[in-house]
Structures are given as C-alpha cells and as structure tokens.
C-alpha cells in the first residue's frame, strides 16, 4: 500500500503515513504503477563489475603479502603461495568478466598448472608436476578445446575420428611420462595394446565420413 498523497511505501502496521501524516482509512489501496520495476531495479547487481572488484581485491593482497614476505624475510617464498591462489580464485572469475569463455578457459587451466607448480617448488618436489601433473593437465586442455574446435564442423564420423586419434596420443604420452617419472626413461609398454583397437575404429571412422550416406544415416540415429 503506498500514500496517495507522498508516495510513500506503507508498512502493515502503521495506521498513517510517517511522511505526511496522513491517515491510512483515507488512502486507497492501490498499487505504484513503477513499483514493480524501481524494486527490480534496486535488487540486481552487476555480476561483471562485482567480480572486477573482487579480482582487483584480490591483487591489492597479493601485492600487500609480497611486499610483507620481502621486509620480513628479505626474499620471496611463502608468498608464492599466496600469489598462485590469488591468481587461482581469478581465473574463475574471468568467466564472467571475459566475453570469449575460450580465453578464459585457457586462463583458468593456465592458473591452475602456476598454482600447482608453486606448490610443487616451493616443497623442493618439482618431479611428479614436470613429469606427470603439468603435461596430463595441458593434454587434457588440449583435448577440451579440439572438442570445442570440432563442435563447429557438422561430420560427425570425422570428428569421433580425430577424438580417438588425440586419445591414442594421450595413451603413449601418459604411458611414457609414468615410465619417466619411475624410471628417468621415455618407454612405451602397455599403451601400445589399447591403442592398437583405437587407432583401427578411428581410421575405419574416417573412411566412412566421405561416404554421404552413412553420414546422414549416423546423424538420425544419433538425433546429431
């Protein structure tokens, strides 16, 4: 209910207006034709600009931590920690601050090896990240932007094709990165079996995608 005289908002339990002083038996209980958007207006934020604040927030104490690790300990260590989850939190928030949701995929991912390898530095343990964690984490990046690449072309047959090529690849590296990571050696063992069925139903894959007719009947079966 709102006055008919000033306007105002009226809560239940008030018998007059508190600006006005005008009774409430005499206002008529209508509706503020604006009312409904002036309350929308005031409960929407801007998601975009509140995450700029947070990440240059979030600079502000990576810079603030730095420069406290310096005149503490006349080095940087501990900090780095700090700085890497600083820059961690960030990425996430270029999903909304970014247009391209590609680039900010790629920040995030990016943030995450710095992250990980600081970890790995600053505990004197850079071994299992150069080996394992660092190349397994840029294969799969890798493998969600090819997807990403292939989704705009409409051969399916040929896309599942270069799929199961890329996974084939990402067998031998990881085979081979597990034996350097035991032994100091690059060695291709189990990976070579699991390939082998892969690399055939890929090749047969692409061979059918130049036959227009299967092509189409593969899309109706799979509503593609």
Known sequence: MYCKKCNVRLKEYLNECPLC???KNSIDDESNPYDTYVENFQTRVNIKYFSKLIVKLLIYISLITLLVNII???TVNWSL???ASSFYVC???SYIILENK???FIINMLSLEVLLFMISYLTHSTS???CLVGPIILMVTCFILLNIYLSRYKNM???FS??????ALILFLLNGLIKVYKTGLFNITWSIYSNIPIIIISFILFGLSFNKKIQNEFEKRFFI
């Open 21 to 23: 002083h005008t009774k």
């Open 72 to 74: 503490v300990n006349k």
């Open 81 to 83: 920690y700090a700085i």
């Open 91 to 93: 990425s996430f928030y």
């Open 102 to 104: 590609k680039s900010a």
């Open 128 to 130: 299992w990240f150069l």
């Open 157 to 159: 047959l040929k896309n």
């Open 162 to 167: 270069v799929i199961l090529m890329y996974i």
